[in-house]
């Protein structure tokens, strides 16, 4: 999707608005996950977690929804121009996890934290964003592109997430495997990345050798 900023004509206010690239021509996949971030949203109701407004169909058949503007920078931003210090980067962390752990009380897994899906705010809070690769604790069934065929939301070999942050059980690409200690995992490089400024392994390189290293280092 793209992502938008907007005035709410009826309040005045700066929102966020996520379009569906694809509309209609998305398939149901597509519109499936885009339609699970909708309903994961509406249901987590916590201060470092973006909120959802409203959702709906543009004229052409797209679909839409509208969340909170979330004014600042994002995290990696601010990691990429300076070293946090040790009592800044645990305040931020503290609030993350708190956010992250209201997830998991509802059954949600991110399952796509890093840095760039943090947002710090104006008082330099941060808000976790992008619930649109997250599972819920439920069966991840969607009907298939004929309307009746049951399809896996996500296929035994297909990687979910970002590689530098991915747990092993994601590396393998084993969705059966993924519970909330993915996200904890992932959380751990984000805080190892915060305070030292590097990955606990080597991310850069061809796709196998990193998968190997988050697998085996």
């Given at each position: 999707g793209v992502v938008y900023q907007a005035i709410q004509?009826?309040?005045?206010?700066?929102?966020?608005i996520k379009v569906l690239h694809g509309g209609p021509f998305s398939g149901s996949t597509g519109r499936s996950r885009f339609d699970r971030e909708v309903q994961i949203l509406g249901q987590l109701n916590h201060p470092n977690i973006v909120r959802l407004h409203d959702s709906g169909?543009?004229?052409?058949?797209?679909?839409?929804?509208?969340?909170?503007?979330?004014?600042?920078?994002?995290?990696?931003e601010i990691l990429a121009e300076r070293p946090l210090g040790v009592d800044e980067a645990l305040a931020?962390?503290?609030?993350?996890?708190?956010a992250v752990n209201a997830a998991h009380l509802k059954g949600v897994i991110h399952r796509d934290l890093k840095p760039s899906n943090?947002?710090?705010?104006?008082?330099?809070d941060p808000v976790v964003v992008d619930f649109g690769l997250a599972k819920v604790a439920l069966a991840d069934i969607v009907q298939g592109d004929d309307g009746h065929t049951p399809?896996?939301?996500?296929?035994t070999g297909q990687f979910i997430g970002s590689l530098p942050w991915a747990s092993?059980?994601?590396?393998?690409?084993?969705?059966g495997n993924i519970d909330v200690r993915t996200d904890?995992?992932?959380?751990?490089?984000m805080l190892y990345q915060m305070l030292t400024g590097q990955f606990p392994y080597?991310?850069?390189?061809?796709m196998r050798d990193i998968l190997d290293n988050i697998l085996r280092t």
């Open positions: 004509k009826t309040t005045r206010r700066k929102v966020a169909a543009t004229a052409d058949g797209g679909f839409f929804y509208v969340m909170d503007y979330i004014s600042g920078r994002s995290l990696d931020l962390f503290l609030k993350i996890c708190d943090v947002r710090i705010d104006a008082n330099g399809q896996l939301m996500t296929m092993p059980e994601q590396a393998e690409g084993l969705p904890v995992y992932s959380l751990g490089v080597r991310v850069a390189g061809n």
